[in-house]
């Protein structure tokens, strides 16, 4: 069974570009989400899809940053226009929904996009 | 707001050896979850080990096991019998219960198999 993938694994892009990121989560995998790691600081949530549905999105740094999830399956994140400061290793995880009468279900994370602007 | 700490950003071990990585949170939820996320250089970040906060026993996965201190919000983490392909970013990382499914990471400590 394919993992969760992830593309590009490296973007270069220059300031004031855009740049998409795609993820494919484990298929049946209901719950997907961002993250994002800045060079030597923790991982930190960005959002969380329910299926098609945004959940909780509370970690958008600002509206440069979109975020989608067509049809429930692969997601996009854009940035646009791209700054210094959004270099950094961008994760995507997928999981099984929870609902209250199933046991804990485990995040499978992507290997990660890092995304230098320059 | 939950928060996760790793003071250790840098950790080494000789190979067969033992390593404690250290790891303390804060929350005010009483029910939660509990891992560490192992990333090795080839960068896909895998489960290591889990612990509900609602059992009192420390969760064991062969050479790693955890130390969890719940009242004093502490979750260590050993590896017995080091072997090179430990090496990696370790990352703690909290999830509250039903409801609140994101996870809240520390900032990793890089741990360095010694030959």
């Known amino acids: 069974e394919a993992g969760v993938t992830q593309f590009p694994s490296h973007s270069v892009i220059e300031k004031g570009q855009t740049v998409t990121l795609r993820c494919d989560p484990i298929?049946?995998?209901?719950?997907l989400y961002w993250y994002r790691r800045v060079m030597g600081k923790e991982i930190k949530f960005l959002l969380h899809f329910v299926k098609e549905s945004k959940q909780d999105e509370s970690g958008m740094p600002n509206n440069r940053f979109l975020a989608e999830r067509t049809g429930g399956t692969y997601s996009t994140l854009k940035v646009q226009p791209a700054e210094l400061e959004d270099s950094g290793v961008y994760f995507c995880?997928?999981?099984?929904?929870?609902?209250?009468?199933?046991?804990?279900?485990?995040?499978?994370f992507g290997q990660g996009t890092r995304l230098t602007v320059v | 707001a939950q928060t996760v700490t790793q003071s250790q950003p840098e950790m080494s071990v000789q190979e067969a050896e033992t390593v404690t990585l250290s790891c303390t949170y804060d929350?005010?939820?009483?029910?939660?979850?509990l891992f560490w996320y192992k990333q090795p250089p080839s960068r896909q970040m895998i489960l290591v080990i889990r612990q509900e906060a609602y059992k009192q026993q420390n969760a064991t996965e062969n050479r790693f096991s955890v130390n969890f201190q719940k009242a004093a919000k502490s979750f260590s983490l050993k590896i017995s019998d080091s072997q090179l392909g430990d090496a990696a970013m370790y990352f703690c990382a909290y999830r509250g219960n039903f409801g609140n499914e994101k996870l809240t990471f520390g900032t990793g400590t890089r741990l360095t198999i010694i030959p």
């Open positions: 298929s049946g995998h209901d719950n």
């Open positions: 995880a997928s999981s099984l929904f929870r609902d209250r009468g199933t046991p804990n279900t485990e995040a499978f």
């Open positions: 929350t005010s939820e009483s029910d939660y979850y």
